[in-house]
């Protein structure tokens, strides 16, 4: 290169060295020496307290593996801690505020974690544009300046705090037409820290998606682990005072920044410099808003269905529906919490592989049906004495529907899958549209001249089914290193930990 300055080609070390002070300040990611002196670059680059990212695999490599249990073993337990801490939550306002303060806080809880589920969106495409540009960091070496010169660098935490002001403003402009109906007029300031809560949250979803694009899986874990035990804390403080409503929301609301600063103080630097992306600031827009519906759809067959089979359930039949939707949430959870939990870190590891992205579809997807099929099993043979025994006798379903709702379990997880695979490629129109299709038809299942639990079991099977058929779609449509803004796929990029622990 002219001016003496050779390029410089990443080397593979496998080095367990630490710098005590820090990456050099020529480097933005911590992985380079300076400029022009061909110093090799090494794969582990942690030195940052906590910082640990997950580190590349070679051939028969034993610590990367171990990296990746561990890895997978954090984010896993953290989201035990953050549900477990939920519906610790859920119990006490009940039993302190009895079933009328334990109403108006349940819709605030609805109402904001809504929102927060919407904006999961944000996390999926903060993982995907960190992931991306750590991968080409590492094969086509990108160059600041030309990055800077073109006007394509952007921050996520930048863009993360104008979509604070812009979601705090829709909350509660919107807050005119909801919050008196669903609160009710005494409580309707709630939705101002609905609308608080939902900011602080896109600062949280931009910070959890540097962290996994970027493989800081404990930094991860921490936030997501300290948020539910800060939450629980302040909530069971809250109500050793007063049992207010607004007190309560304000428990409620104060971890999202609380846990989110206290982990970013662990790793300024690296939070800093890796949340700086080779894109423009109107692409994130435009991917994060498609990623955003993807999320809302997702929340139809997720956290909305129950909602949604309320309106095809007769007056009568309110014990029917309640067996139904205690038996949704039941056979949901074992398959579904750990997708969810570790999503973020799928969208990471199909990003920085992408050559592999059927082959590890394939082998989670046959992962998913062996772990369906044995809880399938289970559900047919001890299913309903369990229910019953745990939950009551009113508990009406049979052994069938039961296990129909096990299997149909099964193919929402897949279809977390082939999303985070769609993702990963940059195809966020293609994932948008799976999630969407998946949506339509289960409502529209819905519909049929059938028992209500055989149109349930049902729609939740084929409508993820056509979702799963439309993301397969786009990944065959657009093979690895052609799929726009995925770059060039080199030998040097940092490979898939989970094609070898799948």
């Not at 060295?17 to 680059?45: D, F, M, N, Y």
């Not at 949340?275 to 994060?288: D, F, I, K, S, Y």
């Not at 998913?368 to 399938?376: E, K, M, S, T, Y």
Request: include cysteine; hydrophobic fraction near 55%; charge should be positive.
């Amino acid at each position: 290169m002219a001016g003496g300055q050779r390029r410089r080609r990443p080397v593979r070390l496998r080095l367990a060295l630490r710098h005590p002070l820090g990456p050099a300040p020529s480097s933005p990611r911590g992985r380079t020496g300076r400029r022009g002196r061909g110093i090799a670059e090494a794969v582990i680059t942690s030195y940052e307290p906590l910082n640990e990212p997950l580190p590349a695999r070679a051939e028969g490599d034993a610590p990367a593996q171990a990296g990746a249990r561990s890895s997978v073993a954090l984010i896993l337990g953290a989201t035990i801690v953050s549900g477990l801490s939920g519906y610790l939550v859920t119990w006490r306002v009940f039993t302190a505020s009895g079933a009328a303060g334990y109403a108006v806080f349940s819709v605030f809880w609805s109402a904001l974690f809504l929102v927060v589920g919407v904006l999961f969106g944000v996390q999926q495409e903060a993982t995907r544009a960190v992931a991306q540009a750590e991968r080409e960091a590492g094969t086509a070496e990108r160059e600041a300046g030309t990055a800077t010169q073109n006007g394509r660098r952007s921050s996520i935490w930048l863009f993360a705090a104008g979509l604070a002001v812009v979601v705090l403003s829709v909350v509660l402009l919107t807050a005119l037409l909801w919050a008196a109906p669903s609160l009710g007029q005494d409580q309707a300031g709630l939705s101002v820290f609905v609308a608080i809560g939902a900011a602080f949250n896109c600062l949280v979803a931009a910070g959890s998606g540097v962290m996994a694009g970027s493989g800081m899986w404990r930094q991860l874990a921490s936030v997501v682990a300290l948020d539910g035990v800060l939450r629980v804390v302040f909530v069971l403080l809250a109500l050793a005072m007063t049992t207010e409503p607004w007190v309560l929301a304000l428990a409620v609301i104060l971890p999202f920044p609380l846990a989110l600063a206290a982990v970013f103080l662990s790793a300024p630097r690296a939070l800093i410099a890796r949340a700086v992306v080779p894109e423009r600031m109107r692409g994130l827009a435009v991917n994060t808003l498609r990623t955003m519906i993807a999320a809302s759809a997702t929340a139809v067959l997720i956290n909305g269905f129950p909602l949604i089979l309320s309106f095809f359930s007769s007056p009568a039949g309110h014990r029917q529906l309640g067996s139904l939707v205690l038996a949704v949430t039941l056979t949901r959870a074992p398959i579904l919490v750990p997708l969810m939990a570790l999503s973020s870190f799928l969208v990471s590891q199909f990003a920085r592989a992408p050559q592999g992205a059927f082959r590890l579809v394939t082998r989670l997807s046959a992962l998913i049906a062996g772990v369906v099929a044995v809880l399938c099993l289970c559900a047919w043979a001890f299913g309903v004495p369990v229910v019953k025994a745990v939950f009551g006798a009113q508990f009406d379903l049979d052994a069938g529907t039961l296990t129909a709702l096990v299997a149909s379990s099964g193919m929402i997880g897949i279809l977390c899958v082939t999303g985070s695979a769609v993702l990963a490629r940059n195809l966020h129109g293609g994932y948008a549209i799976g999630w969407v299709a998946a949506s339509v038809v289960t409502i529209a299942l819905l519909f049929l001249p059938l028992p209500l639990e055989g149109r349930a079991a049902l729609a939740l099977a084929a409508g993820p089914a056509v979702g799963i058929l439309v993301h397969l779609w786009w990944l065959r449509r657009a093979p690895a290193g052609e799929a726009a803004g995925a770059g060039p796929v080199g030998p040097a990029a940092a490979p898939s930990i989970g094609e070898e622990q799948r």
